[in-house]
C-alpha cells in the first residue's frame, strides 16, 4: 500500500497493547491516506479528521476494537456529524445521537472517521465514489464510499447496508470482505429504512479477522465458534448462473478445485425450485417498500431527487398489494425451505457478483448474485477471491443457514485461505 498507513483494526488493536502506537498514531496515519488518496477515491462524504483526534486523545487504549478506525455509511447516524441519505434534501440534517451500531463500536473502543458516501437514499443513483483499483469504474453501491474507503486502506472497517445487493456486491468490485448478518442479527435503531422487510446492516474491513472482531461487537455476541476441521461445501450456481461473465464463472470453478485441492468436500448443489422465483419477489418487495418508506420525500422534492430514484419509486407505487402480497409469501415460503438449501453442507459457494466492476460510474452494478440471499436473510461472507487477467478484484461469497453467523465466519477461516489473494 503507497501513501499513508492505516492499521486494520486487530493490527491497531495488538500495536496499541505492544505500546509500539498510540490511538493518535493509529488515527493519524489514516488521515494521511486519506489526504494522499482522497480525491482519487472519493469515499468520504464528511470527514470528521478532527473529531476523530479529538476522541483519540481521550480513549482508552482497551476494548475489543481498540483504535479501530471506523467509516460510517451516509444513512446511519452519527451524533454531531451530517446524516444525508446522498441526497442534497437533507444537506442540512445533523444527527443528535449515535446510531445503536454506532454506540457499540465506540463503547468497544473504535474512533469514528466520518461519514462515507451512500448512493441516493441506499437505493441506484450513485455518488462520485470511484473503485480504488481502477479509476472510471464503480466501486458498486449503494455502500459504494465505504467499500472503496476500506478498499483503498483509507479506514480499517466501515459499516455499510444491504437491502438488494448493496454489501456483497461493493465489496467483490472492490477486492474486500463485506459480511452481510442475518436478517435482524445487527441493530437497525438510526438507520435509515428503506425495506424492512429485506434491510440489513453489514460490515466491511480488509481481513476475516476484522470482520469477525466487528461481528461479536455489532451482535452483542462476544463468543465464537468453533470452525469445523474441514467445512462440507456446496457448489451453488444459483439461478443467476447465466448472468455471470467468463471471468467470474472461471473464478469460481476455479476456486472450487482449489478448495478440492486443499482437501475439502465440495459438491454440486441445486436449491429448491421455487427458489428461481425469490430474485423476482425480492425485486417487487423492495421497490414496494422503498415506495412506502421514501416516496413521500420524491412527491415533495420532485427537482431534488434523481431520475433514477423517481423512476424507482414509480415502480414501486405500480406494485399492486396482491403482487405484494404475493411476493412476500414467496420469500416466506423460500425461507420455510432452507433446511434443505443447507441439508448435508455447511455453507455454499456463489459468485459475488456478475463479473469485475463494470466500467463508468453512472451505475453501480447488477444485483442479480444477491437478491436471493437477502431476501432470505442467510449470512453471507463475501471475499476477495481472484482477479481478472487486467487486474480487477473477483469476489465470491460464502452463504450459511439463517442463525449460523458464528459458524459461518469460523469456518470461512480455512476456506479463504485457498485463494489467490491469500497466496499473493
Not at 488521515?31 to 470528521?48: F, K, M, T, Y
Not at 479477522?209 to 476441521?229: C, S
Not at 418508506?293 to 431534488?304: F, K, M, R, T, V
Not at 449470512?379 to 459461518?408: E, M, N, S, V, Y
Amino acid at each position: 500500500m503507497s501513501g499513508g498507513q492505516c492499521l486494520t483494526a486487530t493490527a491497531a488493536r495488538d500495536a496499541l497493547q505492544a505500546g509500539t502506537s498510540t490511538m493518535a498514531g493509529v488515527v493519524g496515519g489514516c488521515l494521511d491516506r486519506i489526504r494522499q488518496r482522497g480525491g482519487a477515491v472519493h469515499a468520504w462524504a464528511h470527514l470528521d479528521g478532527a473529531g476523530a483526534l479529538t476522541a483519540a486523545a481521550s480513549a482508552e487504549p482497551s476494548g475489543p476494537l481498540a483504535g479501530a478506525t471506523v467509516g460510517v455509511k451516509d444513512v446511519i447516524d452519527v451524533a454531531g456529524l451530517p446524516t444525508t441519505h446522498g441526497s442534497p434534501i437533507f444537506a442540512g440534517h445533523v444527527a443528535e445521537r449515535d446510531a445503536e451500531c454506532v454506540a457499540r463500536l465506540r463503547a468497544a473502543g473504535a474512533i469514528i472517521l466520518g461519514k462515507t458516501v451512500t448512493a441516493e437514499f441506499a437505493t441506484y443513483s450513485p455518488g462520485p465514489t470511484a473503485n480504488p483499483h481502477r479509476a472510471g469504474h464503480t466501486p458498486g453501491g449503494s455502500s459504494s464510499g465505504s467499500a472503496a474507503a476500506v478498499a483503498d486502506g483509507q479506514v480499517a472497517i466501515a459499516l455499510g447496508t444491504q437491502t438488494a445487493g448493496s454489501m456483497i456486491r461493493p465489496g467483490s468490485y472492490c477486492g474486500v470482505f463485506a459480511f452481510k448478518p442475518s436478517f435482524g442479527r445487527y441493530p437497525l435503531d438510526g438507520v435509515l429504512p428503506t425495506a424492512p422487510s429485506l434491510d440489513t446492516l453489514g460490515v466491511f474491513a480488509r481481513t476475516l479477522g476484522d470482520i469477525r472482531a466487528a461481528d461479536a461487537v455489532l451482535a452483542g455476541q462476544p463468543g465464537e465458534a468453533v470452525p469445523a476441521a474441514a467445512p462440507v461445501i456446496g457448489l451453488c450456481r444459483s439461478p443467476a448462473w447465466d448472468a455471470a461473465d467468463a471471468a467470474m464463472q472461471g473464478a469460481f470453478l476455479g476456486f472450487a478445485d482449489a478448495l478440492r485441492d486443499a482437501g475439502f468436500t465440495v459438491s454440486d448443489r441445486v436449491l429448491p425450485p421455487l427458489y428461481a422465483e425469490l430474485a423476482a419477489a425480492q425485486t417487487l418487495i423492495h421497490a414496494r417498500e422503498a415506495f412506502v418508506a421514501l416516496g413521500g420525500i420524491a412527491a415533495s422534492h420532485p427537482d431534488s431527487v434523481s431520475a433514477v430514484f423517481r423512476n424507482f419509486m414509480a415502480a414501486g407505487a405500480a406494485v399492486t398489494p396482491d403482487r405484494y402480497a404475493e411476493a412476500r409469501d414467496i420469500q416466506r415460503r423460500c425461507q420455510a425451505l432452507t433446511g434443505e438449501a443447507f441439508a448435508g453442507v455447511d455453507m455454499l459457494l456463489v459468485p459475488g457478483a456478475t463479473g469485475a466492476a463494470p466500467a463508468g460510474l453512472a451505475s453501480t452494478g447488477d444485483p442479480a448474485f444477491q437478491r436471493l440471499w437477502t431476501a432470505l436473510g442467510v449470512p453471507c461472507l463475501g471475499f476477495p477471491a481472484a482477479r481478472t487477467a487486467d487486474g480487477l478484484p473477483l469476489g465470491l461469497q460464502l452463504i450459511g443457514p439463517p442463525g449460523g453467523d458464528l459458524t459461518l465466519l469460523a469456518g470461512a477461516v480455512a476456506v479463504v485461505a485457498c485463494t489467490a489473494y491469500a497466496k499473493d
